[in-house]
């Protein structure tokens, strides 16, 4: 279906317990009706986010400065997608809708950005061959001026691991691969983080412990204040941290803990593990605006994508692949609008719903406030 004929809802943001773009279709033809017990879930959770802050969030942000100027000229259109595990068809169809493949699935995006925040592999059987397809389209991008953001997921670090439980039911053999992440990830084609100059994005998001972390460590290394320390500088450190964990085969750095909120052993999980719940819930984690993947859906009635009422984290990871529901749903970033598409299945259609960025881009704007979780 041509975009110019995709049916556009207003530009108003539908509101459960966190501000978000509501296109499910069942959910605006048939509201959900919830239970006593899910009532009462509903206020212990929401009472309760702000007293688990109080106790685990235990240390103060450190006031950073914000976006550096320098990459404010590349906030050009930016497309992001969630997790892929393994559904090629459906990732197609999605890269299609959005004009960044052709009919022969050549990049056709011009100079557009598209981010994958990883995830790609497990779950599916294509898994590999979607890993292959990004590596290919990433080169075509760069001849248009384009560029394909490939970032890795918790499932990718279970393989750089040697932990293949996942991995091993549906590649064949997963060491190789594991092999195959490692060089892609040495050559400078598959990262940790990526900022475009107005949000950061990561599979699972950073907690202020964290960040606070990683921030440390920047002024250790430059001998500087924590105000000379930019976001692009988090960015550029953790993916340095990557690269010398991958060379030493040693993930000990807290960047890849497994938080308790995953069932880990730690009380803060890492920027691929922790969960959603737990970075809307930390008071000052989304002073800097973040885009994650990691946690689709958990029930018909969520909607695919989930934006907080700040816009200062947003959720993508729609559950392509079927053990999560299949959605099919991206969101695309501009200089001043966010744009959702979602696929209604039933009416073979996409649906959009365009709202303005509230987000301004310079980096003056950028301020130490916490999100508003309701």
């Known amino acids: 279906m041509n975009l110019s004929s995709t049916p556009t809802l207003s530009g108003h943001f539908y509101s459960q317990r966190v501000d978000h773009f509501n296109l499910s279709p069942s959910i605006r033809n ?3 009706q919830i239970s006593l017990y899910g009532q009462i879930s509903q206020i212990l959770d929401t009472s309760f986010s702000p007293i688990y802050s109080y106790f685990f969030e235990k240390q103060s942000p450190l006031p950073i400065g914000g976006f550096a100027p320098s990459t404010r000229s590349e906030l050009a259109e930016t497309v992001v997608f969630g997790d892929i595990h393994g559904e090629l068809i459906g990732f197609f169809d999605n890269l299609y809708n959005a004009g960044l493949i052709d009919e022969t699935f050549q990049w056709k995006g011009n100079s557009k950005t598209l981010i994958q925040l990883g995830d790609v592999i497990d779950r599916g059987y294509f898994s590999e ?11 075509q991008a760069k001849e248009s001026s384009g560029k394909v953001v490939r970032l ?25 691969f594991s092999e195959q992440i490692k060089k892609d990830i040495l050559e400078d084609k598959v990262h940790l983080a990526y900022t475009d100059g107005k949000r950061l994005f990561l599979h699972a998001g950073m907690r202020t412990e964290i960040r606070n972390l990683l921030i440390r460590e920047i002024m250790q290394k430059r001998e500087c204040n924590s105000t000379d320390v930019y976001v ?6 953790l993916n340095e941290l990557l690269v010398k964990a991958v060379r030493e085969e040693d993930y000990s750095h807290p960047i890849f803990h497994i938080g308790k909120s995953r069932r880990g052993e730690h009380e803060i999980g890492g920027v691929v ?19 994650v993947g990691h946690n689709p859906p958990r029930h018909s009635s969520e909607p695919p994508i989930r934006i907080t009422d700040s816009q200062r984290l947003i959720e993508v990871d729609a559950g392509l692949n079927p ?15 966010i744009t959702v598409r979602v696929k209604n299945r039933e009416q073979d259609i996409w649906i959009e719903q365009i709202a303005r960025d509230v987000l301004r881009r310079t980096p003056s704007d950028f301020s130490l406030m916490s999100d508003s979780v309701t």
């Not at 692009?232 to 450190?237: A, K, S, W």
């Not at 969960?275 to 605006?289: G, H, K, L, N, T």
């Not at 053990?323 to 609008?337: E, L, T």
């Open 30 to 32: 048939n509201p959900p």
């Open 129 to 139: 061959a979607v890993w292959n397809f990004l590596g290919i389209i990433q080169e």
């Open 152 to 176: 890795i997921g918790n499932h990718e670090l279970m393989v750089l691991e040697g932990y293949y439980g996942y991995a091993a039911q549906v590649i064949v053999d997963p060491e190789t």
């Open 232 to 237: 692009e500088d988090i960015v550029e450190h």
């Open 273 to 291: 593990w922790e969960d959603f719940s737990q970075i809307a819930s930390s008071e000052r984690a989304s002073d800097i605006p973040q885009v």
């Open 323 to 337: 053990i999560y529901g299949g959605n099919q749903a991206y969101v695309i970033f501009n200089r001043s609008d």
